[in-house]
């Protein structure tokens, strides 16, 4: 199979068996790779009793036909299982270099079932794997993990693992990569998977696999173009990382602000910008695995005891997570804070969603002074944002409590406190506004995940200045339109479905890359002579397989919901300052382009038109 390893490592943690299987070449083709392989696995080997923390929960590491390739920004990587934080399908999706190890030892993915009774961790190395003691490790930040197992196995790996959050199971946690420059499988909680099975890291030795190219000559012009194109136009991304748009976000009123309940900051946003990252603590540049762009951002500062680190420095969903929604306006409390988040292995995102929603529910008097033993939870307040997120990662105080999300959280201050819960499905919000955006409230309803802007492909982008004719969209579309805004969600999910099984960086559109571009390079990868229209399908079918695990889950139209903040409550200033989106009048559109029905459970005829009444085959 041109493109493909062809193979699956299969590790039982319970019985300590690593099995080599082949994966079907027509799993291949309907599910792509990447979160269509996840996809593929979990919903057919797992059920709706299969509880996220149970060791017959999967956790799937998968790798798609873009690596290896050389095509640009091509360095990431999926891992899928149900989620500790929501109860249903999780997925994050990770940068870096580990993926590209993954394949050049010849495994398109790694499938993880079972609970080892003392913590291991996998070794592969020249296309082998095999189990070996973490006992040395456990108890180990992510930083430390990686320097004793590169002191152990050399420099030339890749190391994937969990710090104190995972091995406490504590539902925000995440999985992080690359050491100190801490590229990160964040969303969902999955380090908490990795933390129940006794599973603190998988390491790949650099491996010398390449897969075979149908077209190799043709591939390699379109990389040289493609390269070339992204090199003369990184600008703002080269120089300042994804915070570059900062300022812009905060004037058309998509930067959250103290717990998203104000429109503007009076210009404090000027602050924590990427210029200031760049200018005050900016050491080197990060290049995920193929990218010329380096939007990673390397950095140095000094922590809250005045020591000098060195690591990866925060995105902008970290900024304003960590940053604005909590009302810090302090850039080296920000770095301080994403670092801890690194080294002990949570979610920024989620980590800052849970301390804004702390924040408001003390201001509002919910919160017991026992609990907070004497922390100020003022907004704005760094030493606090340092504090909760230490005793997150370690379970102790009001912690133990944050660290189970923000909408179980909510069930220990009152009913009131359910106003303050920032979520959808049960995931805390990344930081782009819905009430901006129509396309971003309904693509934050209906993910498969809970909120997220990456499941529509940034949506938003299409109501600013980009097209797709490859799904209708011709021209920018209004952002406060209503009528047609469903099929454009529907379609801009399947497409970002596509990037996220063929692991490509979602960025790529920005830089000219379209649909058209995609299927090209994955034809003349393949061999496959693949049609637009089977193309697309695949990106339909591998969201529908995700929303029938969630139905299994029991995810229906009660599900595809926003807090009532964001559905009842203007901002009154800023923009889109008396905007709010209506989700009742854009739900049935969706359903209606989807082929679900009224409960937004896929029709039967939806399911045999792609393939999929018998399940997930």
């Not at 104190?164 to 380090?191: F, H, K, W, Y």
């Not at 922590?303 to 960590?322: Q, S």
């Not at 920018?476 to 047609?484: L, S, T, V, Y």
């Amino acid at each position: 199979m041109h493109g493909y390893t062809g193979t699956c490592l299969r590790v039982r943690l319970g019985d300590s068996a690593v099995i080599e299987e082949k994966i079907p070449e027509e799993a291949l083709r309907k599910f792509i790779g990447g979160v269509g392989l996840g996809a593929y696995y979990l919903y057919n080997e797992t059920d709706g009793t299969t509880e996220p923390l149970d060791p017959d929960n999967r956790l799937v590491f998968s790798t798609g036909p873009f690596a290896l390739s050389g095509i640009p920004s091509t360095g990431r990587h999926s891992v899928a299982a149900r989620s500790p934080l929501t109860g249903i399908w999780g997925e994050a999706d990770c940068g870096g270099y580990w993926g590209l190890a993954l394949k050049s030892n010849g495994f398109d993915a790694v499938v993880v079932q079972g609970k080892s009774a003392k913590p291991v961790y996998v070794y592969i190395e020249g296309g082998k794997a095999s189990l070996l003691s973490a006992y040395n490790l456990w108890g180990k930040d992510t930083f430390e993990t990686d320097a004793a197992l590169k002191q152990k196995h050399g420099e030339d790996i890749v190391v994937q693992c969990i710090g104190q959050a995972g091995e406490n199971q504590v539902p925000l946690s995440a999985i992080v990569c690359d050491g100190r420059d801490a590229r990160t499988a964040a969303r969902c909680g999955l380090g908490a998977v990795m933390g129940s099975k006794h599973l603190k890291a998988i390491v790949v030795k650099r491996g010398s696999w390449k897969p075979s190219i149908a077209h190799e000559e043709k591939l390699r012009v379109e990389i040289r173009e493609t390269a070339a194109f992204q090199v003369k136009n990184r600008n703002g991304m080269y120089e300042h990382g994804t915070a570059e748009g900062l300022i812009g976000n905060e004037v058309s009123g998509d930067l959250p602000i103290k717990n998203w309940s104000m429109g503007s900051w009076d210009g404090k946003s000027v602050k924590i910008t990427g210029e200031v990252l760049t200018e005050k603590y900016l050491t080197d540049r990060f290049h995920c695995g193929n990218c010329v762009v380096g939007c990673g951002r390397t950095i140095k500062f000094t922590d809250k005891d005045g020591n000098e680190i060195h690591g990866g420095g925060p995105e902008y969903e970290t900024i304003g997570c960590l940053g604005s929604n909590l009302l810090v306006e302090d850039m080296e409390t920000i770095c301080r804070a994403n670092d801890m988040c690194n080294r002990w292995g949570l979610d920024t995102i989620s980590t800052g969603g849970v301390i804004g929603f702390a924040m408001e529910c003390q201001e509002k008097g919910l919160i017991d002074s026992s609990l907070t033993e004497g922390l100020s939870l003022e907004w704005g307040n760094g030493d606090a944002v340092l504090s909760l997120i230490e005793a997150i990662a370690f379970r102790k105080g009001l912690g133990r409590i944050l660290g189970r999300g923000v909408k179980k959280a909510a069930e220990n201050f009152g009913p009131l406190a359910k106003e303050f819960a920032i979520e959808s499905k049960g995931l805390e919000f990344p930081a782009h506004e819905p009430r901006v955006f129509n396309s971003t409230a309904l693509s934050y309803a209906t993910s498969n995940r809970g909120a997220c802007h990456l499941a529509g492909g940034n949506t938003r982008f299409y109501e600013k200045w980009l097209t797709m004719p490859e799904v209708g969209i011709m021209e920018p579309q209004n952002p406060f339109a209503i009528e047609g805004k469903g099929e454009m969600v529907a379609n801009l999910q399947n497409v970002a479905g596509l990037y996220d099984c063929l692991k490509i960086c979602k960025f790529m559109a920005v830089f000219g890359v379209t649909v058209t571009k995609l299927l090209e390079w994955l034809n003349l990868i393949t061999g496959w002579n693949m049609s637009m229209e089977e193309f697309l399908r695949a990106g339909e079918r591998v969201y529908n397989v995700r929303r029938m695990f969630n139905v299994r889950c029991g995810v229906s139209r009660k599900d595809d919901s926003l807090p009532p903040r964001i559905l009842c409550s203007t901002r009154k200033k800023g923009g889109a300052a008396n905007h709010l989106p209506p989700l009742n009048l854009m739900l049935p559109q969706y359903y209606e382009a989807r082929g679900w029905d009224e409960f937004g459970i896929p029709t039967e005829q939806t399911l045999e038109r792609l393939g999929l009444s018998t399940g997930g085959q």
